[in-house]
């Protein structure tokens, strides 16, 4: 049972572009969502992290987009560069004091020149 | 130096075997992780530890066991590995008392195990 749901798979997008990657949930319980981003031969590390009191939350290039009705959120890289390049996940946790994580399937990023 | 170190960092081993992969950290953190990577399937837990004396199953605990050995140690055990244990491991551990965040999960650099 996937309780969260990342698309697209892989992406290609040119350098200055913006880059999106989708996730949805399930469990309306959630109340942390985190992106982590991970290089080749790297482990995972936290990007950023957005609480469903909030529906935006930004920091530098990268902003988090959350839609607490439509159980919807999304990472948005600004002016990508080709240093983005990556796997970026998205992750959800349940309440304070159950901070165990549910990871998303992942999505391949790669800027081109 | 590492803070979350992972050893080994690749092994390759043959059906039936028993294999252990070891974690350390040295950040001081009470909750420890074990999960493991497969393209198209994202990161998957096995096990996790809250503290020393606590040890819980993830979502694919079957043909994994775990060891708490201290508050920095915690191994991950595949007691007669088999072909779809094939992966990339990864340890965590986090501390909600610290971090940029009250549930920021610290990696370790991963251990890619084949089981041939």
């Known amino acids: 049972q996937q309780q969260v749901k990342q698309s697209p798979q892989s992406l290609i997008v040119q350098k200055g572009g913006i880059s999106i990657i989708n996730c949805a949930y399930e469990?309306?319980?959630?109340?942390?969502f985190p992106w982590y981003q991970q290089f080749p031969g790297k482990g995972p590390a936290l990007l950023i992290a957005?609480?469903?009191?909030?529906s935006e939350k930004k920091e530098g290039r990268f902003t988090i987009s959350f839609n607490k009705s439509a159980k919807q959120f999304s990472l948005h890289i600004m002016d990508s560069q080709p240093g983005d390049s990556a796997t970026y996940f998205c992750a959800a946790s349940f309440n304070f004091g159950n901070e165990k994580l549910t990871f998303g399937t992942g999505t391949r990023l790669t800027i081109i020149p | 130096d590492a803070d979350v170190t992972q050893t080994p960092r690749n092994r390759i081993t043959k059906t039936g075997k028993r294999i252990m992969l070891e974690c350390s950290q040295t950040?001081?953190?009470?909750?420890m992780y074990w999960y493991r990577q497969d393209p198209g399937l994202g990161l998957r837990l096995i096990y996790y530890?809250?503290?020393?004396?606590?040890?819980n199953k993830g979502e694919i605990s079957d043909g994994y066991s775990v060891s708490r050995q201290a508050q920095a140690k915690f191994s991950l055990s595949l007691e007669s590995a088999i072909p779809n244990q094939t992966a990339l491991y990864f340890c965590?551990?986090?501390?909600?008392?610290?971090?940029?965040?009250?549930?920021?999960?610290?990696f370790g650099p991963g251990t890619r195990l084949t089981v041939l």
């Open positions: 965590a551990t986090s501390d909600f008392k610290g971090g940029r965040h009250y549930n920021e999960q610290f």
């Open positions: 957005i609480r469903p009191d909030v």
């Open positions: 950040k001081g953190h009470d909750r």
């Open positions: 530890s809250f503290d020393v004396k606590d040890i």
């Open positions: 469990n309306t319980a959630f109340d942390y």
